[in-house]
């Protein structure tokens, strides 16, 4: 290769910049992560020890200022650093929660105290939302950040302010942005100035990037803020509007985190978007370039991906600031946990469903002596409709004819699925309504998923195969039941991982479809779903489960709050 005079390499802390002869464009360009500097007129590169080894090896003779050996080796010890709490047996550190954390959620801490962007790929049920919150806590109590911008599928939302109120342990002020982008954006105006709290903001992807200019001002508020990416396969397209909000969303943030079980589903090139929002330096800000280096191209007019290369390069650059951890991993998670994903019923599914708790109320309240029996029925309708279904009755008698109502709670059912079988698991889904369970078949055919169901018209010859068959065949990977008809005798450890669509009131049901994950044959940590109608029945019902306590037992005494009205 000819170059026409030596290249000089310099860095500005955040980038390595390179000055060349005009001649030397091609060779520049080729370089992984390069990009041109419209203002310095130089080709820039991330400051890592990659791009200083692949600028020596297209330019030999480059002339390197000392500062850039200062940034590599700075980046090496931090990498080494990094690797030594992930080969170490426990970290002594405190973390800001009030729980005792589990020894990967130690070293995780420890590893984020090294770096400002870390990547937390946390399996399901390992615990990466109470870490998020511990490192947000701990880079508020330091001084590092004032504001935190949480992203987040829609039915996960609502579930980081009850785990900030659950577990943090330092003062903080919660909102998690509801209704539409005008209701969102008056929301983040009410929020007070900064002061004695980290202020926290809740928001899904989809409404993120509509009101990403008023985040961007409430954020830039701040004496420094943060930016977490839950779920963040989310913005693995880089194309994408949603994924390009997020990267300008982050681009000036003091903390960065990704949180994902899954970043990587269909192909190793979706880390890109994923790690451009959270440390541009690792992969650099060019799509083109990262597909060049870790692709290789072909099909009609070479656009089609064929195959991979330099995999080993790019897995040890993504996990430089990443923490991986599986369920099998962490030895000392405990053998069940519960999980609670919010459904939000749309605004007619929520007037019908208050509609009809008033009207319950109202009938038991005039008919005289309250039994369970009676109460159990209004609360069995209202649990219905939130699954999405109303039966129609005539002069007080079902008439056989159901209407479906919403999607509300299948479409967070959809978004849970999606993240079980993109982490290649299977999983087991009870539901208490035949018309609830048929809605998910027919959303599994849809998707083309193997499943099996068992209800109260599956022969027992049949039940037997089908169970045989989730259990061996890795084609079959949901199956689907109702909680009766499922509730004994089966053998489900193929799945580590539940989803109750819908539970009944017994506890002693509930706690028999538990276990037919849960049993002898079990190696991994299981973890149970439930999907929750906000201030529903549901609501109730789960919370009563959790507490080991059977609805049944409770509804005489607690009906008019159960059903809307005050307590006696």
């Not at 405190?94 to 870390?118: C, D, E």
């Not at 785990?163 to 009410?190: H, I, M, T, Y």
């Not at 709050?561 to 006696?568: A, E, N, Y």
């Amino acid at each position: 290769m000819s170059i026409s005079h030596f290249p000089e390499l310099t860095t500005d802390k955040k980038k390595f910049i390179l000055t060349c002869g005009f001649g030397d464009k091609d060779a520049a360009k080729s370089i992984p992560g390069a990009k041109w500097d419209t203002k310095l007129r130089r080709w820039t590169y991330p400051a890592t020890p990659y791009s200083l080894r692949d600028l020596k090896i297209v330019f030999p003779h480059v002339i390197v200022d000392p500062a850039v050996l200062a940034d590599v080796q700075a980046v090496q010890q931090r990498n080494e650093a990094i690797e030594a709490i992930k080969e170490a047996d426990d970290a002594e550190v405190n973390l800001p929660i009030k729980a005792v954390p589990f020894v990967h959620q130690r070293k995780a801490f420890q590893m984020a105290l090294t770096t400002p962007n870390i990547a937390l790929l946390f399996e399901q049920g390992c615990g990466k939302t109470l870490e998020a919150i511990a490192i947000a806590g701990s880079d508020f109590i330091e001084g590092r950040l004032q504001r935190m911008l949480i992203l987040a599928p829609k039915s996960v939302v609502p579930v980081w302010p009850k785990e900030f109120n659950r577990f943090a342990d330092f003062p903080f002020l919660v909102a998690a942005l509801r209704g539409s982008s005008l209701q969102k954006q008056k929301q983040l105006s009410a929020f007070p100035p900064t002061g004695d709290a980290l202020q926290v903001i809740v928001i899904n992807y989809e409404s993120a990037w509509r009101i990403e200019a008023q985040l961007l001002a409430w954020l830039r508020k701040a004496d420094g803020y943060g930016v977490v990416a839950d779920e963040s396969q989310r913005i693995k397209t880089p194309g994408a509007e949603q994924s390009k909000a997020v990267h300008r969303l982050g681009k000036d943030a003091v903390r960065r985190m990704i949180l994902s079980g899954t970043p990587v589903n269909n192909s190793p090139l979706e880390f890109f978007s994923q790690y451009k929002f959270l440390d541009p330096s690792v992969f650099g800000t060019s799509f083109t370039a990262f597909r060049s280096r870790y692709a290789r191209m072909g099909g009609f007019q070479g656009k089609v991906v064929v195959g991979y290369q330099n995999l080993p390069e790019l897995v040890a650059k993504a996990h430089s600031i990443a923490y991986r951890v599986s369920k099998a991993e962490a030895l000392d998670l405990p053998p069940e946990m519960y999980v609670t994903r919010v459904v939000e019923l749309g605004k007619q599914a929520r007037k019908m469903y208050d509609a009809m708790r008033k009207d319950a109320f109202l009938e038991l309240e005039s008919g005289g002596q309250i039994t369970a029996q009676n109460v159990l029925t209004k609360i069995g309708k209202l649990q219905r409709m939130t699954g999405g279904f109303v039966s129609l009755e005539e002069d007080g008698l079902p008439t056989g004819i159901t209407y479906k109502l919403h999607d509300d709670k299948l479409g967070v059912f959809e978004e849970l699925l999606d993240e079980i079988m993109d982490a290649g698991k299977k999983t087991v889904v009870f539901v208490r309504y035949l018309d609830e369970l048929h809605a998910i078949e027919k959303l599994l055919e849809a998707r083309k998923l193997g499943y099996r169901s068992i209800y109260g018209d599956v022969s027992q010859d049949d039940r037997g195969r089908f169970v045989d068959e989730f259990q061996d065949d890795p084609a079959v990977r949901v199956f689907v039941a109702q909680i009766r008809t499922a509730g004994l005798g089966l053998t489900l450890t193929a799945a580590d991982t539940s989803i109750f669509y819908s539970t009944g009131y017994s506890l002693e049901d509930y706690a028999q479809a538990c276990a037919r994950i849960h049993r002898t044959g079990q190696t991994r940590s299981v973890t149970h779903y439930l999907l929750v109608c906000e201030d529903t029945i549901d609501e109730d019902i789960a919370e009563a489960l959790q507490k080991k306590k059977s609805m049944a037992d409770l509804v005489v005494d607690n009906y008019k709050t159960l059903l809307g009205g005050k307590k006696k």
